[in-house]
């Protein structure tokens, strides 16, 4: 037999429900105390609520009970998603062996309280640069990658928005949870899937408005991170025009609502259509003005009287060629005549030295049988054979002995 006081042995162990007893003394020592979470779990029954209460920023969730008695004093709007401060006090069930919290007191987080955190984490990620680069977006995105939550009127007010504005447009779509404990981390993940898809040209994340602290999960750090890392352009629709979540901060493009969003990523084709029509109209126009310009102009070229006839062209050119082929006659008249009188001179010259006239003056050219001029009287002795040239032809002799 065991008392409480006992210690446990292998062999004198204690029993569950002494053990229960003891956890159950050890925790109620710790009385009531304060703390602050984000509901992820309020459900009714009997008139009681159960639910669970979440770390803003660690992995941590314990379950509360609300009693009636205690409920009808507590805010009558609270919901999950809210984000609160609770007098809590630990209470552990023997029976079940299960550990909750019941609820004293619960209100809301100071709106100052929030917004104070919120503005640090700003002015740090916004001293950090994640503000400052905007990608800009695709004229025509063949694919869209959006992020929203299944089933959700958002998903429905992009898909058929930009269906309307370009029907052949492509959505990836990744579902996520858009508030609770889940959801950052889901809609972190979500965007990371369609940033490494090669095809999507631009993400959406969308989610069809909601209170200040519904929207609190989309200025979650960590998901700002993701977004502000994220290669593909990014648009933020999540909330309205009051709502300012560090999402729409690092977001290349803000739009105010999904609808927006699905208008200002997706051309309209009909308005394209019209423009290509209104730019085809002003080529056009602008082409025929300049051919009439041009027309215009040819005309008031062809009416001056230099072109208005051509026959003075070739009359003019005419008489100019007449005068240059007359001068060219002159001038090669001129270098002919003395060219005839400089040959004159030499023809002159050249009889005037010329062998033949000294021979038609009664004088001889004495050759040898060899051909070579006879210079001296020792070169053709008696017998010798001459060839004798005269003016007019030539003579054979022989030297004789006198």
Known sequence: MTTDDAPSTVDAPWPVGLLSTKIKGWIERLGTAWVEGEITQWGVSGGNVYGKLKDLEADATVSFTVWSSTRAK???????????????KPNYWVKGGTLTMQVFEMRHVGLGDLLERLERLRQKLKAEGLFDHKKPLPFLPGCIGLVTGKDSDAEKDV?????LRWPAVKFRVVHAAVQGDRAAAEVTAAIQVLDADPE????????????????????DEALVRAAAACVTPLVSAIGHEADRPLLDEVADLRAS???DAAKRVVPDVAEE???VQQALGSLRLRITQRLSAEVDRLETLRSRPVLA?????????????????????DLVERVLERSHTRVSELTAQLRALSPQRTLARGYAIAQLPDG???????????????????ADGRISATVDDG
């Open 74 to 88: 507590l805010p009558a709007d609270l919901k999950q998603g809210d984000r609160v401060v609770a007098l809590v």
């Open 257 to 259: 609502t999904p609808t």
């Open 309 to 329: 006839s051509s026959s003075w062209i070739v009359d003019v050119r005419a008489d100019d060629l007449s005068r240059y082929v007359q001068r060219s006659r």
């Open 372 to 390: 070579r001029a006879v210079r001296s009287v020792s070169e053709a002795p008696a017998g010798t054979e001459l060839r004798l040239t005269v």
């Open 159 to 163: 898909l058929r928005n930009a269906q």
């Open 273 to 275: 259509l019209a423009r």
């Open 200 to 219: 999507v040209e631009v993400i959406i994340v969308a989610r069809g408005g909601g209170d200040f602290q519904n929207l609190l999960v989309f200025s």
